[in-house]
């Protein structure tokens, strides 16, 4: 079990998944590699008709003329290249038959990320725990996913282990992760216990350990957001 009043200091190194069939979006054999469309909020510019007086087409009501300056200061500490690991929680899966970590990889490497770690760690508290907390503590690792040991068997204690660690929790992950599991399984989505939180300015993204739920949260969520999450967690405090 992790010594938090050392969590500072030497730190090891692990990895593992867990695939259980009964936690997320594969659950019963359902797919997620087409979880469908969503609401498209790029809507156009509602141009007005030129009044006489410049007030025309170039009047952008949605943003109040400040949308792009309002973007680029949101993002302004994105971190543009990740270096994220990847960590399957598994007492059955091999690096050589993992799934569920290749989908994460191959989804992160597709935005131009780095996978700079991919670990197979079984289904073990103090394991998963201890793991975790070394990642986050790797000058190349900014940001951690795990998939596997989200469900509620009694070996899923990835949710257990990897909590206790977060500085913040982000809610809002796990909420959505559920709502677009929910085109797919209906309300099988109350087994799944997907989450995040920030570990020492580490994003740390727990995902279920099917192939397909590990696929939509990799690539409709964690690819989106990771790099501005992971940005902000690092910012210097302004100075007074």
Request: net charge negative; with cysteine; glycine share 12%.
């Amino acid at each position: 079990m992790v010594d938090f009043q050392s969590r500072d200091t030497d730190r090891g190194l692990g990895d593992d998944d867990d695939d259980d069939p009964d936690e997320g979006p594969d659950a019963e054999g359902s797919g997620t590699d087409d979880p469908g469309d969503t609401p498209d909020d790029d809507h156009d510019d509602h141009d007005t008709p030129d009044d006489g007086n410049g007030h025309g087409d170039d009047h952008d009501h949605g943003d109040d003329g400040h949308g792009d300056d309002h973007d680029h200061d949101h993002h302004a500490h994105d971190v543009a290249a990740l270096g994220v690991a990847v960590v399957t929680v598994t007492s059955t899966r091999t690096s050589d038959d993992d799934p569920a970590g290749d989908a994460i990889a191959d989804a992160v490497e597709r935005e131009g990320h780095e996978v700079t770690v991919k670990e197979i760690v079984r289904d073990d508290y103090d394991g998963v725990q201890n793991v975790v907390d070394a990642l986050t503590g790797r000058g190349d690792v900014d940001a951690v996913v795990t998939t596997g040991g989200t469900g509620v068997t009694p070996d899923d204690v990835t949710i257990e282990a990897v909590r206790p660690l977060f500085d913040k929790t982000l809610p809002g992950f796990g909420e959505l992760f559920r709502t677009l599991s929910y085109d797919e399984i209906g309300t099988k989505v109350v087994g799944t216990r997907a989450t995040a939180g920030i570990v020492e300015g580490v994003p740390v993204f727990c995902l279920p350990g099917s192939e397909n739920a590990a696929t939509l949260g990799a690539e409709e969520i964690i690819v989106e957001e990771a790099p501005h999450l992971a940005g902000l967690a690092t910012r210097d405090e302004p100075e007074e």
